[in-house]
C-alpha cells in the first residue's frame, strides 16, 4: 500500500507555470487523506482563486497519483482558507 511520503512525491513533479515551483514547495498541498482502501482525498489551494489554470492542475493531480501503484479513486477539493500566501513557498524552493 501507498503512504503519504508517495503522494507528495508524485505531487512534487506538478509545477506551477508561472512561479515554475511544484505545488508542494509552493504550499498549495494542505491535507492528504488515505482511507487504506486506496482512495485519496486532497485538500489543497491555488494562488489565486480565478486562476484560470484551475482545471488543468487539478487533472494533472488526478493523474499523477492515479499513477502510483493501489490508487483507486482520488478526490481534489479545492479549499480557500487558508488564503494562499508567498510566506507558504518552502524557502529552499526559489533557489
Same mark, same amino acid.
Given at each position: 500500500?501507498?503512504?503519504?511520503?508517495?503522494?507528495?512525491?508524485?505531487?512534487?513533479?506538478?509545477?506551477?507555470?508561472?512561479?515554475?515551483?511544484?505545488?508542494?514547495?509552493?504550499?498549495?498541498?494542505? +491535507?492528504? =487523506?488515505?482511507?487504506?482502501?486506496?482512495?485519496? %482525498?486532497?485538500? /489543497?489551494?491555488? *494562488?489565486?482563486?480565478?486562476?484560470?489554470?484551475?482545471?488543468?492542475?487539478?487533472?494533472?493531480?488526478?493523474?499523477?497519483?492515479?499513477?502510483?501503484?493501489?490508487?483507486?479513486?482520488? +478526490?481534489? =477539493?479545492?479549499?480557500?482558507?487558508?488564503?494562499? %500566501?508567498?510566506? /507558504?513557498?518552502? *524557502?529552499?524552493?526559489?533557489?
Amino acid at each position: 500500500m501507498f503512504g503519504e511520503s508517495e503522494v507528495l512525491e508524485k505531487l512534487k513533479g506538478i509545477i506551477d507555470p508561472e512561479l515554475e515551483v511544484n505545488i508542494v514547495d509552493l504550499g498549495l498541498v494542505y +491535507k492528504i =487523506n488515505l482511507d487504506g482502501f486506496g482512495n485519496i %482525498d486532497l485538500d /489543497m489551494t491555488l *494562488t489565486a482563486k480565478g486562476c484560470p489554470i484551475s482545471s488543468v492542475i487539478k487533472y494533472e493531480v488526478e493523474e499523477a497519483l492515479k499513477g502510483i501503484p493501489g490508487v483507486k479513486a482520488v +478526490k481534489v =477539493n479545492f479549499v480557500w482558507e487558508p488564503e494562499w %500566501d508567498p510566506a /507558504m513557498i518552502k *524557502t529552499d524552493a526559489l533557489k
